[in-house]
């Protein structure tokens, strides 16, 4: 049996297009990504929590 992985997908929220995957859902490869893209910023799923 294969084993699926569900990989982050980034999506601009003005646009509403994907901007990115991401390799894996931990904090310390989504900072690499808000580095090397300033003026980033994350939003968790349901209500959403802007994150710095």
Not at 8 to 29: E, S
């Amino acid at each position: 049996m294969a084993v699926r992985r569900l990989s982050p997908i980034l999506v601009d929220m003005h646009t509403r297009r994907p901007v990115d995957v991401l390799a894996d859902r931990t904090a310390p490869t989504f900072a690499v990504w808000l580095r090397g893209h300033p003026g980033g910023e994350g939003c968790l799923p349901g209500p959403c929590r802007v994150l710095p």
